[in-house]
């Protein structure tokens, strides 16, 4: 296997603009990535589905790439006996209509969200002598917990005795940080390798909206990415948004000439990539790894008139405020169908668990509900923007 992260992606028109994309090193970007993943040796047991089930921490590396912890996507399937082949699939190949609201636990959970931070969101008490380590473990079997509760709908049970659950305090750790992430069911788009932008062109939209692997940084030359200020409480600066997110406003320095937008992510391969092996779980990656991927998009916009934008405050003064919701679909000219109800609780076996195929009931909606979803969707699709200011 040889890394196939990263490459050139062709220059295409989107309405106006012109939207150029590039990663390096120069190679196909969009070749399918190839890796390994295995058990890393860590191991505890959870009450899953009503069984106590040993569950195993995954790592997963591409070839002469860095190894890195995963999360399985299936409680259905044995954990990887060795190390497992494994390509990259899009969500629709992957065949498992509810990553979009697994995704939202993994960008919401540990490790996307530092250890404190999620430690005081869930309401979580440490241990007194716990090291970082078992924290660390604790936090992302909470995480991993809530990504098959998504995925299968398979519930972790509460802490009981003469189980093999571990210590009491270090379990309720786990049950919190669960019953966080699952408190909402919510979901997020599908991450992406390269860096596209779109103009929606519905009324009230914004202008562009950016697809790409995950949190980007926004830079403009000769003009600004800004807010809408019937919206906002302001006209600010946008300087990162997510991917599926909205730029209400660009806007020129000098009319004139062309303006420049370029949305850069750190890495080119972030959690929620999917990777499909034969006889073995869906894994993604839980930290983002590769090479920085930019994409620029190009285009003529009227002159701004106003003071030089700045970015928001954050509550309590200091720092950029993060967005809360994502773009609307409706922003997308290409929709996705929605995630379909999860299935039905269940989960037999050791390692990694073993259960039946997942059942469940899709109930169609008639037309009436259909009528109002569209009113409600025209009534805040502008609202939902994913950037930071």
């Known amino acids: 296997m040889r890394n196939r992260l990263s490459g050139l992606i062709p220059a295409l028109l989107a309405g106006a603009g012109l939207v150029l994309g590039a990663a390096a090193p120069a190679m196909a970007a969009d070749e399918p990535l190839t890796a390994v993943a295995w058990p890393d040796g860590t191991s505890r047991t959870l009450l899953l589905g009503g069984t106590p089930t040993v569950v195993r921490g995954l790592q997963m590396a591409e070839t002469r790439g860095p190894s890195v912890p995963a999360f399985s996507l299936e409680f259905s399937r044995t954990a990887p006996a060795g190390s497992d082949d494994y390509a990259n699939v899009t969500w629709a190949e992957a065949g498992n209509n509810n990553l979009a609201y697994a995704q939202w636990v993994i960008e919401h959970g540990y490790p996307s969200v530092g250890r404190d931070q999620l430690v005081a969101a869930a309401g979580a008490k440490v241990p007194p002598r716990a090291s970082a380590a078992t924290v660390n473990q604790l936090l992302r079997l909470g995480t991993q917990a809530a990504i098959w509760k998504r995925t299968d709908n398979v519930t972790l049970g509460a802490w009981r005795a003469n189980a093999g659950l571990g210590a009491e305090n270090e379990y309720a750790v786990i049950k919190k940080v669960y019953d966080y992430l699952t408190r909402a069911r919510e979901a997020t788009g599908e991450p992406h390798r390269t860096v596209t932008f779109e103009e929606p062109g519905y009324v009230d939209a914004p202008e562009l909206v950016v697809n790409g692997p995950g949190r980007m940084a926004l830079t403009v030359e000769n003009g600004y990415a800004i807010t809408d200020s019937r919206y906002d409480g302001g006209t600010w600066l946008i300087t990162h948004v997510i991917n599926g997110g909205g730029v209400a406003f660009v806007r020129s320095i000098d009319p004139d000439r062309i303006t420049k937008v370029t949305a850069t992510a750190e890495h080119g391969v972030t959690p929620g990539l999917v990777f499909q092996a034969d006889d073995a779980p869906l894994v993604t990656p839980a930290r983002a790894y590769g090479d920085p991927v930019s994409g620029t998009f190009e285009k003529n916009y ?3 008139n106003g003071p030089v934008p700045t970015p928001s405050p954050a509550p309590g003064g200091g720092g950029t405020t993060e967005p809360t919701a994502p773009a609307s679909p409706s922003a997308s000219p290409t929709k996705t169908a929605a995630p379909a109800p999860a299935p039905t609780d269940g989960g037999e076996g050791g390692g990694l668990p073993v259960t039946g195929a ?20 025209l009534l805040v699709r502008r609202r939902r923007l994913r950037f930071t200011a």
């Open 302 to 304: 009227p002159k701004y």
């Open 358 to 377: 997942p059942t469940g009931a899709v109930l169609g909606g008639g037309a009436l509900l259909l009528a109002a979803g569209a009113v409600a969707v």
